[in-house]
């Protein structure tokens, strides 16, 4: 079976920095991937890991490692619009050579002025 | 513009019923998904396909149908809707299963 963890909610200030862990036990691993996703609207794509280290686009940094099951999301320079939902989601394999993406309930960032 | 578009995106029907939700894309990507999205449980793959008059169950088909019999467009219907159907739907494309998916932007159904 597939058990992703994060946590259910997060606050920080504007400005500031926060992680967002992701713990997982998946039967299989084939990469790991954070999405957005703002109250009402569509997960949007941040980022991608699937080699262990350090992932960075901007503000946003992901890590993995693969031998603990564990990533995470680094959110730099706090803005009041980084306020969304982030969604760690793992790929595993299915049958027929597909692969699926397994997701956790997300963890609601709530940016503070 | 090119992208994914549900339709539509808010629909309210009662049990029993039969509803179909759509889903279009214009990038011409191979693979299509159908998710639900509910509290506490994160989005859950329903169906999935790999080309046109290819699909295949995901975690959670029980009490839907798909078909493809076009590249661009994938249906999902509830053959007999439930109340624990209620649920936001995202369908979702992407070019190989190793690129990031695209998500449109949803369908809010509840069933009365």
């Known amino acids: 079976g597939q058990n992703i963890d994060q946590p259910t909610e997060m606050t920080a200030t504007e400005g500031a920095i926060v992680q967002i862990n992701c713990t997982y036990q998946?039967?299989?691993?084939?990469?790991l991937f954070w999405y957005q996703q703002h109250a009402g609207e569509a997960p949007t794509f941040l980022s991608y890991?699937?080699?262990?280290g350090l992932e960075e686009k901007g503000r946003f940094s992901s890590f993995l490692s693969r031998s603990k099951g564990y990533s995470y999301l680094l959110l730099k320079e706090l803005q009041m619009k980084d306020s969304a939902s982030y969604l760690c989601a793992v790929r595993s394999p299915l049958k027929n050579n597909d692969y699926k993406l397994s997701f956790g309930a997300g963890t609601t960032v709530t940016v503070r002025a | 513009d090119a992208g994914i578009t549900q339709s539509p995106r808010y629909k309210i029907t009662e049990t029993g019923r039969q509803v179909t939700l759509m889903c279009h894309q214009t990038w011409s990507h191979s693979y299509m998904f159908w998710y639900r999205q509910d509290l506490g449980h994160g989005l859950r793959l329903i169906y999935y396909?790999?080309?046109?008059?290819?699909?295949d169950k995901g975690e959670v088909p029980d009490g839907y149908v798909v078909s493809r019999s076009k590249t661009e467009n994938f249906p999902l219907t509830l053959e007999s809707a439930t109340r624990s159907q209620t649920s936001v739907y995202f369908c979702a494309s992407s070019e190989t299963f190793h690129q990031p998916q695209h998500f449109g932007d949803g369908t809010r159904l509840s069933i009365l």
């Open positions: 998946t039967s299989g691993f084939n990469g």
């Open positions: 396909s790999a080309a046109a008059d290819i699909t």
């Open positions: 890991n699937v080699l262990d």
